[in-house]
Nanobody, 127 residues
Framework: QVHVVESGGGLVQAGGSLILSCTAS????????SGWFRQVPGKPREGISC????????YYEDSVKGRFTISRDNAKNTLYLQMNSLKPEDTAMYYC????????????????????WGQGTQVTVSS
């Protein structure tokens, strides 16, 4: 049984940084396409970053490009999202997810392609 858990969210001032972590049991991140998504109330969940199984394919949505970095520690089987220069508009619930079907990242990321999801971690950026 697969269990995915995000952590690291919190309250941060604009311009600050956070690192989100995503651990998984029952799957190895380096066997899957991994993604980070975010959602604000009343809006659709959007894919913001992707990392493929080999680490050779990545994707960043334009609004986070240059500020966020997706990475993975295979030894810890943990996925990360380093978030720098945070803005109030980054406030959202953040989710990680695993997709077993696709080899490389693609855009836009489709929620229905991802098989396993965490419960989310809240990020709030104050102005």
């Amino acid at each position: 049984q697969v269990h995915v858990v995000e952590s690291g969210g919190g309250l941060v001032q604009a311009g600050g940084s956070l690192i989100l972590s995503c651990t998984a049991s029952g799957l190895n991140w380096d066997d899957y396409l991994s993604g980070w998504f975010r959602q604000v109330p009343g809006k659709p969940r959007e894919g913001i970053s992707c990392l493929n199984w080999s680490g050779g394919s990545t994707y960043y949505e334009d609004s986070v490009k240059g500020r966020f970095t997706i990475s993975r520690d295979n030894a810890k089987n943990t996925l990360y999202l380093q978030m720098n220069s945070l803005k109030p508009e980054d406030t959202a619930m953040y989710y990680c997810a695993a997709d077993r079907s696709f080899i490389n990242c693609y855009t836009p990321l489709r929620l229905t392609d991802f098989d396993y999801w965490g419960q989310g971690t809240q990020v709030t950026v104050s102005s």
